[in-house]
């Protein structure tokens, strides 16, 4: 990560965990293939502008087939590493957050760990907190980071949803992006680190994969009924996003001692343009302090958030001291937020 000049000296809020956790670097994989809305348009039942008005999003990426979410994986780790300063063979843990797997066993973080050498790494998969996992996913590295052996911890969301969107869905069909995004996460140096947080969860199925789980388990049945593709509750969605984004952003800036109001970047779960703007407005907070990478990116699951941190630390937006927060909701409904110091 690139050495910045410091910030003007502020209150510092207390560190939530005893041993400072800082992200050390971050990382972005994004397949080669771009699909506009006017590519979509030619194949499904909606034009360019329903969509950029619904959604905000005008294009997107796309994964070669033969192609998986460990490839994008690896090569976002390879990026984010690099960016640290570090050899994977120093990794005490990789964490991948994934809902598209490259299968059901074995561990597409095993995958990724041999990939990338990371020898000694203990591989952790989190498979069914959808856009949430990347919250959880940091959450539990900066755990782990506070045992004395733990050094380095790799964070990778990558997601390839186009392969469970079913053929000809108008609604899922145009949100989607495949990419994946990594951060490392490493003990810091007490300037830095995770200042607050905040989780919660409430049962819906209003986002779900119905099959190929043990209440319906993969056959021809639910292979022609269509069932192993993604379903989505449009109106649930964004009456529970619109809800719980800025609750959980507010209660976790609270944890951090912290003003909403005086947070200097929000990375957000880049979802839908509207529900981003809803949260925003509704934490009076500027709509400029949150960059957008749904435009180009459309909806890419849990590395979205990860995404817009990783542009933001190339510019070189993000200076010592600055806060900010990384929140996500996905589907469960699962959420939650994160306050970092940044060092």
């Known amino acids: 990560m690139s050495v910045l000049d410091p910030a003007p000296a502020r209150a510092a809020a207390p560190l939530k965990l005893p041993v400072p ?5 971050t990382g972005v994989h994004l397949p080669e293939t771009v699909v506009t809305n006017a590519d979509l348009a030619r194949v499904l039942n909606t034009k360019d502008e329903w969509i950029v008005r619904r959604t905000g999003i005008r294009e997107r990426r796309r994964l070669a087939p033969g192609r998986t979410a460990s490839d994008m994986g690896a090569a976002a780790a390879r990026s984010a590493l690099e960016a640290a300063g570090l050899d994977a063979a120093e990794l005490d843990a990789i964490i991948v957050s994934s809902y598209t797997g490259d299968q059901p066993l074995p561990s597409t973080a095993l995958v990724i760990k041999d990939a990338i050498g990371a020898d ?3 591989p952790l998969d989190l498979t069914q907190a959808a856009c949430a996992g990347g919250v959880h996913a940091l959450l539990l590295a900066a755990h782990l980071l506070q045992g004395p052996g733990t050094r380095a911890v790799l964070v990778i969301a990558a997601d390839c949803a186009s392969r469970v969107v079913a053929p000809g869905d108008r609604l899922s069909g145009v949100f989607f992006g495949d990419a994946a995004g990594a951060a490392v996460l490493a003990r810091g140096d007490g300037g830095a680190g995770l200042l607050g947080w905040d989780t919660g969860s409430a049962l819906s199925y209003g986002v779900q994969i119905r099959a190929g789980g043990s209440r319906l388990p993969t056959d021809h049945n639910t292979v022609a009924a269509g069932l192993h593709h993604v379903e989505m509750d449009g109106r649930e969605v964004w009456d529970t996003a619109v809800a719980r ?12 001692g912290l003003d909403v109001a005086a947070v200097d970047h929000f990375f957000l779960h880049q979802a839908n343009l509207n529900i981003l703007h809803a949260a925003l407005d509704a ?7 949150a960059p957008i990478t749904l435009d180009r990116l459309g909806n890419t699951g849990a590395a979205g958030m990860l995404t817009a941190l990783h542009e933001t630390v190339r510019a070189g937006r993000l200076r010592a001291g600055d806060t900010y927060v990384l ?17």
Do not use: K, M, N
């Not at 984004?245 to 951090?256: F, H, R």
């Not at 934490?283 to 302090?289: A, I, K, Q």
């Open 245 to 256: 984004l800025p609750a959980s952003i507010e209660a976790a800036a609270a944890d951090a």
């Open 327 to 343: 929140s996500a909701i996905g589907a469960g409904f699962l959420w939650g937020s994160l306050c970092f110091r940044h060092g």
């Open 283 to 289: 934490l009076g907070v500027p709509r400029d302090r």
């Open 120 to 122: 000694r790494a203990l």
């Open 21 to 25: 956790v800082a992200i050390a670097g």
